[in-house]
């Protein structure tokens, strides 16, 4: 009964490196997200993917890369990591059934510092 | 421009009190608003859909309230409990397109025995 799986939980980056944050789906969801959440802000999307192979912009793509090669993975790439990308990084996914209706899921969260 | 609003930011309330928290929202053309739950360090977990036509729905201790006219949704908690320290997040889907969920940044709950 796993859900959506994020690793890792937690991470710290120096300034410039390059890491991946990794999420898993076990519903057959066609759809999954990146969202990052920030103190005093809601939820902004950064990619998401409507269905294997496609992927498109969020609200915040920039510094960021996307990769949904398995439906039930989507990885998200830091390429060269800032402070600014210090934030809780949520991984969702949904089945779309074209009322809209359908639930988000959402995984645990990476809580990634970059320093 | 498409924004969710949810107030208080913050609420501190004494366990077995109930409590109602607040979403306006400009989005358009709208399609349904969700509450979501959000434990600490944990993912938001959906509590409650209103879609155009519904004006309440409960789930358990939760009721929640829509009125399209005024764009104006809330979240009553009653008998609260110290589980429900969370934060409660209000998202507000656009119609049309694959993904448009406005999210609201939440209002942070604390129950105190």
């Known amino acids: 009964n796993a859900g959506v799986t994020q690793t890792p939980k937690f991470q710290v980056l120096k300034t410039g490196q390059s890491m991946t944050l990794q999420c898993a789906q076990d519903m057959n969801h066609n759809s999954m997200y990146w969202y990052r959440q920030d103190p005093g802000m809601g939820l902004r999307l950064i990619y998401y993917?409507?269905?294997?192979?496609?992927?498109d912009k969020g609200e915040v793509p920039d510094g960021y890369n996307v990769s949904r090669l398995k439906k039930q993975n989507f990885l998200l790439g830091l390429e060269s990591a800032a402070p600014s990308q210090t934030s809780v990084y949520f991984c969702?996914?949904?089945?779309?059934?074209?009322?809209?209706?359908?639930?988000?899921?959402f995984g645990q969260g990476t809580r990634l510092t970059v320093v | 421009k498409n924004q969710v609003e949810q107030s208080p930011q913050s609420l501190i309330i004494l366990e077995g009190k109930n409590c109602t928290l607040q979403c306006n929202y400009t989005v358009s053309p709208f399609s349904n608003l969700r509450w979501y739950k959000q434990d600490t360090g944990r993912g938001p977990v959906s509590l409650t859909i209103?879609?155009?036509?519904?004006n309440t729905k409960s789930n358990g201790r939760y009721t929640a309230t829509l009125d399209a006219d005024t764009k104006q949704s809330s979240l009553h908690i009653t008998a609260s409990q110290l589980s429900d320290s969370a934060s409660y997040i209000c998202?507000?889907?656009?119609?049309?397109?694959?993904?448009?969920?406005?999210f609201g940044a939440g209002t942070r709950l604390a129950v105190h025995p």
């Open positions: 993917s409507a269905s294997e192979g496609t992927t």
């Open positions: 209103m879609t155009f036509s519904e």
């Open positions: 969702a996914s949904s089945y779309l059934d074209g009322t809209g209706n359908t639930e988000a899921f």
């Open positions: 998202v507000v889907r656009r119609s049309g397109g694959y993904n448009k969920l406005i």
